[in-house]
């Protein structure tokens, strides 16, 4: 359905699902979605009364609110500095809590039978900008996949398909064709299908050569299967798993740090032998098929996927009133980018905890017979390490 927007808009329905072919006993239809808001932010409606969530904590992830930047050359940035408030955006999903009492969690649960379909929706960030600049759009399409399929798997669902959102001033076919492979691609990795899509032309709403993505993500996990923290206790163990850098957010603050450094993305990493541009825009991890390989061994009381917020916000979200965690550092290896961010940015360990991964993209609340399990798992095909322990309390503290 056309609409306007500074000029003729051009609404392109897709449907994909015959590039990724979907669970056998699904019989697909396309889907037609209506267009993203400029500021975008993660709530997940089951209807008009949401009927579940899967963490327990109601704070939601980031928005991406602008704010006025007053740092000069000699003071540590901040991601507020940056343009972006955390507090503003928590302040913003209370206020929506009121309207929609429930939302908050990594993915919303909606009853199906004897199962719950989980839904989760998101973007990838100014990472955009940066793909703009290094000219790399393959794997981006990685990233839009990757922030909404690790959202649903927190609460232990397999994802079934996956929409994408693509909007343009003027429509690159070639680039296009670029940025859906990187979906397709992420959607394979994932084990789920490219159900459909939506590309918008709308003149002048965006800079030339430039477009946005938004994501969709849909799984299922049997009632009596939800994982959502509910059993976690304070002596449990918290595992770490890997991440492939930034992944895909804090990259208003990262895009400051780039410009206070002087340098550029063609400019190596200090220490390594990859470019800049090569580790920022390297593509979100994918955990799907590791965590629930791990979930189907039993022993995992709770899930939280660390993206806006970092640790400091994320970890608390899965966990029961009066607990807390306490994360050991040195306990996992912490990727040199981040220690180039912290060091061109003079920016503070709290901050960086707050809006980093810093190497961790997954962590696994586990029981203690888990913990020994997975960690002895991880010296094969995967890494994981046992980065802190469940304790009485709240939020998180650092040793």
């Not at 649903?152 to 859906?180: N, R």
């Not at 709403?205 to 959502?228: N, P």
């Not at 770490?240 to 804090?250: D, F, R």
């Amino acid at each position: 359905m056309p609409t306007t927007a500074f000029g003729a808009n051009t609404e392109l329905s897709r449907c994909f699902s015959g590039l990724i072919r979907p669970p056998s006993d699904q019989n697909p239809t396309p889907i037609q979605r209506s267009t993203r808001i400029n500021c975008a932010f993660d709530r997940v409606f089951n209807g008009s009364q949401p009927l579940r969530q899967s963490a327990r904590n109601h704070r939601r992830r980031v928005l991406s609110v602008s704010t006025k930047n007053s740092a000069n050359e000699s003071e540590s940035l901040t991601y507020k500095e940056a343009g972006v408030d955390i507090d503003a955006g928590s302040e913003l999903v209370r206020r929506i809590a009121k309207m929609a009492p429930g939302i908050g969690g990594f993915g919303g649960l909606f009853p199906l039978g004897d199962s719950y379909l989980v839904a989760g929706t998101d973007g990838v960030g100014t990472k955009l900008k940066l793909a703009f600049e290094s000219g790399i759009h393959e794997t981006i399409g990685i990233d839009l996949v990757a922030m909404s399929v690790n959202d649903i798997i927190t609460s232990g669902a397999k994802p079934l398909f996956f929409l994408d959102y693509f909007a343009t001033s003027h429509l690159d076919v070639d680039l296009a064709e670029k940025v859906i492979k990187g979906i397709v691609d992420g959607c394979r990795q994932s084990d789920c299908a490219l159900l459909g899509g939506e590309t918008a032309e709308m003149p002048d709403f965006y800079a030339d050569g430039e477009y946005d993505l938004s994501g969709f993500a849909v799984g299922i996990v049997k009632k009596d299967s939800v994982i959502d923290g509910r059993d976690i206790a304070a002596g449990d163990v918290l595992i770490g798993l890997p991440s492939s850098g930034i992944h895909s957010n804090g990259f208003s603050l990262v895009r400051r740090v780039l410009t206070r450094s002087g340098l550029s993305l063609e400019h190596k990493l200090p220490g390594e032998d990859v470019t800049l541009g090569e580790a920022l825009m390297a593509p979100t991890v994918i955990y799907v098929k590791q965590v629930l390989d791990l979930i189907s061994k039993g022993g995992i009381k709770g899930i939280a996927h660390i993206t806006g917020g970092g640790f400091t916000d994320n970890i608390p979200r899965v966990f029961p009133k009066g607990l807390g965690a306490v994360i050991h550092n040195n306990s996992w290896e912490v990727p040199s980018v981040f220690k180039w961010i912290q060091e061109a940015g003079r920016i503070e360990d709290a901050e960086m905890r707050r809006t980093f991964n810093m190497g961790i993209g997954m962590v696994l609340v586990v029981s203690k017979e888990a913990s020994y399990r997975i960690l002895e798992s991880g010296n094969g095909a995967y890494k994981a390490y046992r980065i802190g322990e469940v304790v009485s309390g709240q939020g998180v503290s650092y040793h």
